[in-house]
Structure formats: C-alpha cells, structure tokens
C-alpha cells in the first residue's frame, strides 16, 4: 500500500508553467507504476501521462504531449509533473495514482490516489 501527497498547484496565466509534485510514503513507491490524470468540474477524471517504476518508459495524452513532463525520484519517493506553455484548458485538479500495472490509462483501475492539487491557468 502506498499515500500519495499531491502539491505544487496554483494560479498562473496562460502561457506559464508549473511542476506539481506527488509524495509517497512507504517503501514500496519504486514498485508502483504512476501517473497523472486530472478532473475539470462537470467533466470525467482524464489520464494525463504515466511512468513505469523505473521511469524508463512514458505516455502521454496526446492534448498535452510536447507541453508536459512526468518524472519520478525513487531516492526521495517522489513523481513529478513538469508543465509549459499551460492554457485555460487545463484548468482542473490534478491527482497522481499508483498502480501494479504498466502504462494503464483508465482511471478506475487505479487503486491509490491522492488528493489532489488545484490548477488554474487564466487567460
């Protein structure tokens, strides 16, 4: 079993960036596959990117492929999510979750997630 600890949100501009960081507790977190998805108000939670344990390989949604970055230090048990050039379409509530299974992007399957962490981009 793993928590998850989601910070890093906030409020920027279109065009900004930020870097949301997920900290896990235990010693398992470099066992667990990651990722990232986010929820909009009204919408469904949508995959965003995922990592495998040893960040070796990565996927991303195609709406946010060339702007985001996933990473994770297993040292400090930590998966990061680097964001550029954000637009107001981002805007929602970014959560990480872990999970046994490789590169998964539905949501549902997910068992642990964290609670997330507000961005909001303005135009």
Known sequence: ??????????????????????????????????AWFRQAPGKEREFVTTITTSGGTTYYADSVKGRFTISRDNAVNTLYLQMHSLNPEDTAVYYCAAYSIALDTTARRYPYWGQGTQVTVSS
């Open 1 to 34: 079993q793993v928590q998850l600890v989601e910070s890093g949100g906030g409020l920027v501009q279109a065009g900004g960036s930020l870097r949301l960081s997920c900290a896990a507790s235990g010693r398992t977190f470099s066992t667990y596959n990651m």
